[in-house]
């Protein structure tokens, strides 16, 4: 009984990623950040982000 737990395991173990899953999450990662490269960088992002910086020096006290 134990020979065949221990088979079973051996044979359904999955203590981590093969190269496989490696290169899939490595080449999503890199799509995910271009994609938000692309929109941090867009003018609409660009603009936003220049009118809250220049509100925000120009406030009164």
Same mark, same amino acid.
């Given at each position: 009984m134990e020979l065949r737990s221990r088979i079973l395991?051996? $044979?359904t173990a999955d203590d981590g990623?093969?190269?496989?899953? =490696?290169?899939?999450? $490595?080449?999503a990662a890199a799509a995910f950040g271009a994609v938000l =490269?692309?929109?941090? $960088?867009?003018?609409?992002?660009?603009n936003a982000?220049?009118?809250i910086i220049d509100r925000a020096l120009n406030t009164t006290v």
């Open positions: 395991h051996a $044979t990623m093969s190269t496989a899953e =490696y290169a899939i999450g $490595t080449i =490269y692309g929109v941090v $960088t867009g003018d609409s992002i660009v982000l220049t009118k």
